[in-house]
């Protein structure tokens, strides 16, 4: 079983849409855990921590579920500049990465 | 100069070259880590410095060898690389190794394209 699991996509979505992203974890020690942006030929960028209780950022919503070891994201009213590859990635000791989702948002 | 510094932005070399790759971070942190991204793949951690003193290795081939001259400054020497060692190669730097609460930061890599 992988370390981190994501779907990969590719989700291509209208402008306005809302977008959900999941993740799940095989580590149960696994300590802090965030979601990582990275644009075509860039390097990864923090979008957003996401804690216990769930936390908002604007349009964006992570929640965790430590018990089901999953972690989500959901981006509402997307952008064209939301594109991108969204990655998750979980922290314990070391960060471990997913392979990433892949999102296009169309006019 | 802000943040982590990657050089060069580009690389393209045979298989019997040496090259190396340099890394240099602005802020202040502790440790600094090699990752490789190949396509569709996830990030593959490579080494981890922990105040320049190297605390991991994840089983990278010794035609890979990392040096840390001090807390900021972190290069990757290449030598004999293969064609399928091709990808971007990315440095981060994070407050302290081990930390859980916050991320990383990363510099914009370098693309290494071995032919």
């Known amino acids: 079983r992988k370390e981190v699991e994501q779907d990969p996509g590719p989700f291509n979505v209208p402008e306005g849409a809302t977008v959900a992203f999941n993740c799940t974890y095989s580590?149960?020690?696994?300590?802090?855990f965030f979601w990582y942006r990275q644009d075509c030929r860039k390097e990864p960028k923090l979008l957003m921590s996401?804690?216990?209780s769930g936390n908002e950022d604007g349009r964006f919503t992570a929640q965790l579920n430590r018990a089901s070891q999953y972690i989500s994201l959901l981006i509402r009213d997307s952008k064209l500049s939301d594109s991108a590859t969204y990655l998750c990635?979980?922290?314990?000791?070391?960060?471990?990465f997913g392979a990433g989702t892949r999102l296009t948002v169309k006019p | 100069e802000t943040g982590v510094t990657q050089t060069p932005r580009h690389l393209v070399m045979g298989m019997t070259n040496k090259k190396s790759l340099k890394c240099e971070q602005h802020?202040?942190?502790?440790?600094m880590y090699w990752y490789k991204q190949s396509a569709k793949k996830p990030l593959e951690l490579m080494f981890v410095?922990?105040?320049?003193?190297?605390?991991e290795n994840n089983s990278v081939p010794s035609r890979f060898s990392p040096e840390c001259p001090n807390s900021s400054h972190l290069f990757l020497h290449l030598h004999t690389l293969q064609p399928e060692d091709s990808a971007l190669y990315l440095c981060?730097?994070?407050?302290?190794?081990?930390?859980?609460?916050?991320?990383?930061?990363f510099g914009s890599g370098t693309r290494l394209t071995v032919v």
């Open positions: 981060a730097s994070s407050q302290d190794w081990g930390d859980s609460n916050y991320g990383y930061t």
């Open positions: 580590n149960s020690a696994s300590q802090s």
């Open positions: 996401v804690y216990s």
């Open positions: 990635v979980v922290r314990s000791g070391d960060m471990r």
């Open positions: 802020l202040g942190h502790n440790a």
């Open positions: 410095y922990s105040l320049e003193e190297r605390v």
